[in-house]
């Protein structure tokens, strides 16, 4: 056991200070607030290039390069620290309100279905930390939406089997 817990610490100490590291290089001239409002602005210009379909799944980098070979891209190679406005880029508006549309018939879903209380608070908690990570950082995170997806068609084939039992 304490093996184990010094291993743990050790890879906690390292995270935190390879974590810490890359916090300090964000305060020079090539991180930072302003890196963040340059991309932000030139994510807005890719963007207008093609509103409502998009530019492509994992095209903001290459697009966004292509159109300011000497802006933010050529020190700063990373998506724009949105997941939203990342979806928005690269799908486009219409892809946007399919993804809304979605979220909307699976929150109904969640909320029409069989499940108790708790049951629903996890899976309302889960697409709000997917959210909350999507909005602070360029995440795809479709994993958690899929994971979500599986406990309530789970929970939809569970209400059938007990209907049909019955």
């Known amino acids: 056991n304490k093996f184990i817990f010094s291993l743990v610490i050790f890879f906690l100490v390292f995270k935190f200070t390879n974590r810490m590291m890359n916090s300090i290089y964000s305060f020079s001239e090539f991180g930072g607030i302003n890196t ?32 300011f070979p000497k802006g933010i891209m050529s020190y700063f190679p990373e998506d724009v620290h949105n997941g939203f406005f990342l979806f928005i880029i690269e799908r486009g508006l219409l892809g946007f309100t399919a993804y809304v549309f979605f979220m909307i018939l699976l929150c109904k879903k969640i909320t029409n279905s069989q499940a108790n209380k708790e ?12 959210f909350t990570m999507m909005a602070f950082h360029p995440e795809r995170n479709f994993l958690s939406d899929f994971v979500l997806l599986v406990v309530v068609f789970a929970n939809f084939n569970y209400e059938k089997r007990i209907t049909n039992k019955a």
């Open 119 to 130: 049951i629903k608070s996890v899976i309302y908690s889960g697409l709000i930390a997917g």
């Open 36 to 67: 963040r409002e340059t991309q932000y602005a030139e994510a807005f210009s890719v963007f207008l290039k093609s509103p409502i379909f998009g530019i492509g799944d994992r095209m903001f980098i290459p697009t966004s390069f292509q159109l």
